[in-house]
């Protein structure tokens, strides 16, 4: 039977989960707060495909690290301080997560989601029409000093026990894997399964395969509010003898019966809440509990670089991302705790710059002139995982946000289980670790 499925949110993550519902014949409606063209989250990013991440945000020494790094405003990890109770539960939660156990319990899940995401990145490049720049030689990740390479190995080594294959590399074997590019480095480490693509070519193939699919944008529109259906409650009563009664009282599920928003009033069989950075707010309005934080990125992209590499690569120290993409090169980085703020912070970049010149010794500052950067707001949850499922609070609705730096990696495998979900299917993996109501 055919379901008409409402998806607030037109990032990766909303238009995967439009793509994998379109197909199955359902009628899709995406809402977007922003202007068509608008390049959010989405498009700026880093384009890497990483089965290599299978350790969420939230993991031991994580809060060590990030206070050591939160005092320098141009390092790879900064909060802004600031008066905030929510920032203030999120860090707290965030502590809580980042132990070994919990880890341990992850990173299977990040693993194989993350392999099934880029199984379907090939079935849709392989379809006509749809050429984003995927590119499958794998991620290298540079280590500056003997130390950062001795550490990466450490973490090569669980990779290989975890079925995610990695290649300690010393200098010379890195500079010949890309020999396109001079680098300073220790070593590096391959991962041969991780790719990258184009994240603005991507993004505009998907959404072209959404509209020949028949669904519908609707830009520019921001939700306001919610309503519900009453509350009610079912009345059971049981007899065990003349004397003894017991009634209980079952309380029946709420629906959302219209989102109301600033083009309209709309309405639909499941609503599916895809908001990145902007959920928690909408959440809120529900009486939901989603803790989140967005964190800023930022992203310089050279359309002519003086070397261009041909695989992509993290520079493990400086936490900085390089892709080639196309002729292109992009480089990016950064988490920025600031709150809902999309102002461009020209410290951050500055970080940013002068980070990749001590990887990179062929390149210069002049290199980077009159680059415009680009930013993003990621959204974070305090464990690190995304929230994806049903909310037991409503009958129709779903929520699919929390990604953090791996959105568009985990986009299609998202918007494939979101499909399962909203079918009433068995999802194809155990969906309980994400659970939107694990903070409720």
């Known amino acids: 039977m055919a379901k008409d499925i409402l998806i607030i949110g037109g990032g990766v993550i909303g238009l995967s989960t439009a793509y994998y519902c379109a197909r199955r014949g359902w009628r899709v409606t995406v809402l977007d707060r922003e202007a068509a063209g608008h390049e959010g989250c989405s498009f700026g990013n880093a384009g890497m495909i990483v089965p290599s991440h299978f350790v969420p945000l939230a993991a031991p020494g994580m809060v060590a690290l990030g206070l050591k790094w939160m005092w320098n405003p141009e390092s790879p990890f900064y909060i802004q301080p600031r008066l905030d109770a929510d920032l203030f539960d999120w860090g707290f939660k965030f502590w809580q997560a980042s132990t070994a156990e919990r880890v341990e319990r992850a990173a299977p899940l990040l693993r194989d989601l993350s392999f099934a995401s880029r199984a379907c990145f090939e079935e849709f490049a392989a379809q006509p029409g749809n050429d984003f720049g995927l590119t499958t030689r794998g991620l290298l990740m540079l280590c500056k000093t003997q130390h950062g390479l001795d550490e990466e190995a450490k973490f090569a080594a669980r990779a290989n026990q975890l079925g995610v294959p990695a290649q300690v590399l010393d200098a010379r074997q890195a500079a010949a894997l890309d020999p396109d590019i001079t680098m300073d480095i220790a070593g590096a480490v391959l991962f041969p399964k991780d790719a990258h693509l184009t994240p603005g070519r991507f993004m505009a193939a998907l959404r072209a395969q959404c509209e020949a699919a028949g669904v519908r944008f609707i830009w520019k529109t921001e939700v306001i509010k919610f309503t519900l259906s009453p509350e009610s409650y079912t009345v059971t009563k049981a007899r065990f003898s003349r004397f003894h009664e017991r009634t209980s009282f079952k309380r029946k599920e709420r629906r959302i019966e219209r989102v109301i928003a600033t083009t309209g009033e709309f309405s639909a069989d499941e609503v599916v809440l895809c908001g990145g950075s902007w959920s928690p707010l909408l959440a809120r309005e529900l009486g939901l509990k989603i803790p989140m934080q967005a964190g800023k990125g930022y992203s310089l992209t050279l359309p002519k670089p003086p070397q261009l590499p041909r695989l992509c690569s993290i520079c493990t120290e400086a936490r900085l991302a390089v892709t080639p993409m196309g002729g292109a090169l992009r480089i990016g980085g950064t988490m920025e705790i600031a709150g809902l ?100």
């Open 341 to 440: 703020n999309e102002d461009i912070n020209p410290v951050r970049v500055r970080g940013i710059i002068k980070s990749a010149l001590k990887y990179f010794p062929k390149f210069a500052e002049a290199d980077f002139e009159g680059m415009q950067p680009w930013r993003g707001l990621r959204p974070c949850s305090p464990d690190g995982l995304p929230y994806l499922g049903r909310t037991a609070k409503f009958a129709n609705l779903s929520v699919a946000t929390g990604h953090a730096m791996m959105g568009l990696s985990l986009g299609p495998i998202t918007g494939k289980l979101m499909a399962q979900v909203l079918a009433g299917e068995r999802p194809e993996f155990d969906l309980s670790l994400l659970s939107p109501d694990r903070y409720a």
